[in-house]
């Protein structure tokens, strides 16, 4: 929603003023369709041949983004802690029985619970994967935690692509309006031998191409580039999450100081209250007996 307002407001705002000193948007309207042509035209293409398809798909999905905010809500971190209790709950007791839950995630009692987690394959693959490794004796917790911290950069560098992406364009859009710009002046300069006010509406169509450049790049590409950006880095803190714990957790703390260790690491507008989650965890304990 408040994507939705900052845009309206950047129209409302730079055409308000413009047309408050007096502007006319004649002129604007007239040239609008054709620099939209040439400056939009050229900064898809150049989009397309600086990324292969699935970038592509990626960028156009996570543009969304701007609109929905993060993926994982406080809930879900809450979620998230009472689930990771569950398991190491289960696995201090019977390391033969959380097989049965991180084997087979799907058809798992306890990650049923949970369907937004378990919709996310990277995040359940990182809990499977890391208390399989633990089960396997491989269970040194600087090297887990490595491993784990390589891995989530990795998929923070993926995620990040789509921000990169949008960067670039919103680079090179204010180039891309001089170019426009240019070839209006060139136009004009085509009919010299015109009276002033014709050619000064040639100068002004060439323009739009300059200020439509910058107002795309400034207003909206940009935004939308640190927008996703944001979130991204936002939803990655879910992530770090699962490591906190599972690390803790090689550690050979009890379950519950796990899960501490990871509300006291979760952010502080995402962290539930430590009242909250004892009831959270109060009811895992009840379905657990």
Sequence with gaps: MIGIVGIATIFVMVFGGYLAAGGKMGIIIKSLPFEMMMIGGAAVGAFLISNDMGGVKHTIKDIGKVFKGPKWKPDDYRDLLCLLFALIRIQKANPVEVEQHIEDPENSAIFNKYPKILGDKEAVNLISDTMRSASMNYDDPHQVEEVLEKRIEANMHHALHSSHALQAIADGLPALGIVAAVLGVIKTMASIDQPPEVLGTLIGGALVGTFLGVFLAYGFFGPFAG????????????????????????????????????????????????????????????DAA
């Design 227 to 286: 927008k996703v950006k944001s979130v991204v880095e936002e939803d990655g803190h879910f992530y770090q999450l699962i490591r906190e714990v599972l690390v803790a957790n090689l550690h050979n703390h009890a379950a519950a100081i796990c899960i501490e260790v990871g509300r006291q690491n979760t952010p502080s507008h995402f962290r539930p209250g430590f009242s909250e989650l004892e009831e959270a965890l109060k009811s895992v304990k009840q």
